[in-house]
């Protein structure tokens, strides 16, 4: 249990799983890697490059950044400006002011032009210390209903570097669900390729089986392994392209397990619970399964092992989910 | 990169341009006639800055309109489409067949701008969109050392949206000065006059850091003018604001009250014609 007034966020938006190896600012790294061979990359921030990890490619790219100051709509506009000039714009806030306050102009200014722009969105879903004005717990449903509109949501610090630089060769408007400040390596960059639009099998099981997106993967590999420990055979199945989904992977994982559990840094409606829901009903399969998700309420400001916990992302249930099937 | 228009579709004097803007005005009555309602006042109102814009002031190729070397002409008032489709037709862009069936079911035109259109950069429909868009275009042309300016225009019912301050603010915080924001100031929009205190609208685009002109937005000479004015490369992005007539050149779309999506009786085409030949012979 969480005390009270315990403590205060380790630091601002940051994953909580960091005793084990991790790596700082995975995504400005990348984005620097790959802009060094791709003059055609530039970079936006609605003032929030320190609070994004994009500021790496600010220090070193000062000519291809553009800084807009607080004003998200008119980020994605210029980001899409510049896309149309032969540019691919990656632009970077909090997926809260991104899906909210900029939602028209990403629908008809980005994905409806069919417009370079990536937009790199920090703290989704319930990893934002500032309360509900802050934390996108809506961010998939928002945007999983928009043609034109790809959606990735990275597990650690491999895939996000790997998305970083695979979205180049996108088409189109894409959104990824970023992780910022030291983010866990949970993928060996050596064994792990991202792919876009394929959910990947991290663990086989037959009796139960995880389907989970972000760094709730992260937790379904070690309620997975705690699984093992009880002798429950248990399946990982990681989506991180949310849009467009994977329906084929996930029939084949399910096919092979008993019951599910789903788990994702999203409310438990409108996300990967409800796409795989919707998958499998159409394909007229029935298995009972556990929603690991956020509940449907404005979530408390606080640190993240206390909104977790209250919010309903931590390890502790995932496992008893997997374990126990409660 | 570098391409000259052709000079033969480069206007010079005053006269050849308002001739110019007549043919737009006839090109926009025919794209409306009998489709009884439409923006036929805004198409009026904006011909002669089209008319110069696209005759005079415009880099483009006309048999290319993706052609890398163009200046961009992004309208972010999508409704004006009949205005735009009108000069994309007399600059070859746009097919005659196509122009019959502006805003019918199926066809390529809409009421609205849609960026799938050759030669249209931007799809305007949601106002407030196209300022931001042309200052991320004016920073990509001089990221790549392109010659090109960026000519966008807004409306004064437009500049109730936000975003555009966002973007003016961004345009002159930048230093961006390949671009110029026109602004149409015909003083109407869907609920009718203005509906909100914009003005001193000058003044406010003085104060966020624009070199602002303001004009008769009818007058050719005018506008000829202001975009001469206009020209230096001075570190501050550039503001029009024209003050124009809705329906201009057409006495019955001048004195009508609701001119922001105009109806027209069956009738009335034919005196509307008659009365724009008569007015500008």
């Not at chain 1, 500032?130 to 928002?142: K, L, S």
């Not at chain 1, 394909?283 to 009972?288: E, T, W």
Request: charged share 25%.
């Amino acid at each position: 249990m969480v005390e009270l007034k315990s403590g205060r966020a380790g630091g601002m938006g940051e994953i909580l799983d960091v005793e084990g190896p991790y790596e700082v600012a995975p995504l400005g790294r990348a984005l620097v890697e790959l802009a060094e061979h791709r003059p055609e990359i530039v970079g936006l921030t609605a003032d929030m490059g320190r609070f994004s990890d994009i500021h790496p490619f600010r220090d070193a790219h000062p000519d291809r950044f553009f800084q807009v100051g607080m004003a998200e709509a008119d980020l994605l506009l210029i980001a899409a400006g510049l896309a149309k000039t032969g540019k691919i714009a990656y632009c970077t806030s909090y997926a809260a002011f991104i899906t909210r306050r900029a939602l028209d102009f990403l629908i008809i200014a980005c994905a409806h032009s069919k417009a370079n722009v990536k937009i790199l969105a920090g703290m989704p879903g319930l990893m934002n210390p500032y309360g509900a004005t802050h934390q996108a717990t809506d961010d998939i449903a928002v945007l999983r209903m928009i043609p034109d509109l790809s959606i990735i949501d990275p597990c650690d610090a491999t895939e996000l570097a790997q998305v970083v630089k695979a979205v180049a060769d996108i088409e189109g408007t894409v959104y990824v669900r970023s992780l910022r400040g030291k983010v866990p390596v949970v993928f060996d960059p050596d064994e792990y390729t991202f792919e876009f639009g394929k959910a990947k099998e991290l663990r086989t099981g037959s009796e139960v089986g995880v389907i989970s997106s972000g760094f709730m993967t992260q937790r379904a590999l070690v309620a997975a392994d705690a699984a093992t420990e009880h002798g429950v055979s248990a399946g990982v199945l990681h989506v991180p392209t949310i849009k467009p989904f994977d329906t084929e992977g996930v029939l084949r994982f399910v096919a092979g397990v008993e019951r599910l559990v789903i788990a994702e840094n999203h409310q438990m409606s409108g996300g990967l619970a409800t796409l795989v829901v919707e998958a499998l009903y159409d394909a007229g399969i029935q298995v009972p399964l556990i929603r690991i998700g956020i509940q449907h309420r404005f979530h408390e400001a606080g640190s993240q092992a206390y909104m977790e916990e209250k919010g309903g992302l931590d390890q502790t249930r995932i496992t008893r989910a997997v374990i126990d099937g409660i | 990169m570098p391409k000259p228009m052709p000079l033969n579709t480069r206007l010079r004097t005053a006269a050849e341009l308002r001739f110019e803007a007549l043919e737009l005005r006839r090109t926009i009555l025919r794209m409306a006639a009998d489709k009884g309602e439409g923006y036929v006042a805004q198409g009026m109102d904006i011909a002669d800055l089209l008319a110069v814009v696209y005759y005079r002031e415009l880099d483009y190729d006309p048999a290319d309109p993706a052609w890398s070397g163009r200046d961009r002409f992004v309208l972010s008032i999508g409704h004006y489409s009949i205005a735009l489709y009108a000069v994309l037709h007399r600059i070859g862009y746009i097919p005659e067949t196509k122009l019959d069936d502006f805003g019918l079911n199926g066809a390529d035109l809409a009421l609205s701008t849609f960026d799938d259109q050759p030669g249209v950069e931007i799809t305007g429909g949601s106002l407030g969109q196209g300022l931001g868009q042309a200052v991320g275009m004016a920073l990509g042309y001089r990221l790549d050392k392109h010659p090109g300016r960026i000519i966008c225009t807004l409306s004064d019912g437009e500049l109730q949206e936000g975003s555009v301050w966002e973007a003016a603010m961004a345009a002159s915080s930048h230093r961006i000065d390949n671009l110029v924001a026109v602004i149409d100031c015909n003083g109407i929009q869907a609920d009718g006059p203005t509906v909100l205190d914009i003005e001193p609208i000058a003044d406010k685009w003085r104060a966020f850091g624009w070199d602002t002109r303001e004009i008769d937005g009818n007058d050719i000479e005018a506008i000829m003018a202001a975009f001469d004015q206009l020209r230096e490369r001075d570190g501050r992005p550039k503001a029009i604001i024209l003050r124009t007539t809705p329906g201009k050149g057409i006495p019955t779309l001048e004195r009508r009250d609701r001119a922001h999506f105009v109806r027209v009786d069956p009738n009335e085409w034919a005196l509307l014609s008659e009365e724009l030949e008569s007015n500008n012979g």
